[in-house]
Each structure stands twice: as C-alpha cells, then as structure tokens.
C-alpha cells in the first residue's frame, strides 16, 4: 500500500464505570482510576519506540487524562476529533445487568454480520456510527499527508472493536465479539482509506504489562462476549 499511515488504536484507562460494569457511553463520562492513571502514565514508556506524529482524542474525558503523559512526553498537542467517541448505550446507559449488556452487544453483533440498519435502543444503528468514525479518521489522515505517518488515537472499547471488526481487511466479521481489549490495550493498523486497513496487532492486555491489569473488573465494553450464553 502507498502512503499508508499506522494507527495506534489505544483504548483509554479504567474507569469507575469500568470497575463495576456499567454502560457508561454519554458525555462527558467518568475519569480514570488510580490503576487508570497509573495505565496511562505507563504510556510514554510503552510506545517510546513509536515516532508519533500526531494525538487524537474523543471528546470523552477518559480520552483526554489518557493521553496527557504521552502528550506531555512529546510535546503533542492532544486533537480532540468528536466522531472517536464510545458507541452510544442509548436506553441501555447505566445499566450494569446481563439482559443490558446482552442486548448492546447483540446490536454490535448484528453489525458485525453486516445488519448496519440495526439500532441501539434510543440511539444510533451502524451506518450512524462507521460514518462519524470514518469522518473523523478521514480528518486526521488529511492532516498528515507525510508518508508512513504514525498517529495515535486514544478511543474506546466498544467503538476500536467494532471498526476494525468491520473495517479491517484481514479480521472475521464478528471479530468485535470475540476479542477483548482491556484499558490501554492497543490495536495497530495500517493502510488507508482508500486501499483499506489490516489489523498488524491486537494487544488485548494494558500495554505497560500485567501489573496493570484488573482481572476482577467486569468491564462490559472491553471484554469478550459469547452471545451463545445467553
């Protein structure tokens, strides 16, 4: 692919809600933990590899304490982009029971299966969500024509799940269900949007290492879900 730009998809550090379970997708939402903070001060280090070029944030405060270490390390301007927010829960917001987390995560499996036409309860169905996604990644690609530019997008479990599971070339269709990605985990893609991405990895675990990790959160729109169970 010519000009293809690499994308660190991070999804943000625990939250409140994060701990106990709950749908918590409106605005301008809970901040971060202490293990949160200590997730996104592990950052820096953790991609010190990485020559980012640009930070983009939701407009999501999570997003925003977030990426401050690493913006902070390299004197990065964060971007706020307000399509990179979580997938909204609509009726199902602050909810923590099964029947609730069930049915968000059958709306995200219809999209997944190419039902795009699918609505969140009182929210938005697929088209909505992959255009103000899209929108906002279009953006940022405009502002970096350099090539093989790397940028890093601090977003949302739910919301870096289902794009790349509908967007990437290489993934299966209901790959949004099957794969976590716990607080500060980091998807990496490439490409373009002209050529189309390919998921190049999928680091499901926080990514400044285990320490960081909270197995006994129940975490609802990072986890793997098995709608069989049901």
């Known amino acids: 692919m010519l000009e293809a730009m690499r994308i660190l998809f991070i999804r943000h550090g625990q939250t409140p809600a994060n701990v106990a379970g709950i749908l ?43 990426a401050a270490p690493l913006a902070a390390a390299r004197r990065l301007d964060p971007v706020i982009e307000d399509g990179l927010h979580e997938i909204e829960a609509g009726e199902l917001e602050g909810r923590r029971d099964r029947e609730a987390v069930m049915q968000y995560f059958g709306t995200l499996n219809q999209w997944g299966l190419g039902n795009l036409g699918a609505a969140m309860p009182g929210a938005g169905d697929g088209f909505a969500f992959f255009d103000r996604y899209n929108r906002s990644l279009d953006r940022i690609i405009e502002r970096h024509p350099e090539p093989d530019a790397t940028v890093a997008v601090v977003s949302h479990g739910a919301a870096i799940r289902v794009w790349c599971g509908g967007s990437a070339l290489n993934v299966d269709p209901d790959f949004a269900v099957r794969n976590d990605l716990e607080n500060t985990g980091v998807v990496v893609v490439e490409g373009s949007r002209r050529d189309g991405f390919v998921v190049e990895s999928w680091m499901n675990r926080p990514i400044g290492g285990r320490r960081l990790a909270d197995p006994a959160a129940a975490d609802p729109t990072g986890e793997s879900f098995d709608l069989a169970d049901g």
């Open 24 to 66: 918590a997708t409106d605005h301008p939402g809970p901040g971060l933990t202490e293990l949160g903070e200590q997730q996104a001060a592990a950052l820096p280090n953790a991609l010190a590899p990485e020559r980012v070029h640009g930070i983009y944030v939701s407009t999501l405060v999570r997003t925003h304490a977030t």
